[in-house]
């Protein structure tokens, strides 16, 4: 599953994971999740498309 710089399907990539992994998210919106992770060393807040 893709997480994304914004909540958006046009958004950019930030990072991925494979489908099944474990994740800590909040609820953003009706479709989204947000994500804290780390990109290059740098922690980011990300966002998930909920119907994944």
Do not use: D
């Not at 710089?5 to 494979?18: D, E, H, Q, V």
């Not at 009706?30 to 807040?45: A, M, P, R």
């Amino acid at each position: 599953m893709n997480v994304r710089s914004r909540a958006s399907t046009k958004a950019s990539i930030l990072t991925s994971f494979p489908i099944g992994s474990v994740l800590n998210y909040q609820t953003f919106s009706t479709h989204w999740y947000e994500i804290s992770t780390t990109v290059n060393g740098k922690k980011v807040t990300g966002y998930i498309q909920r119907n994944m």
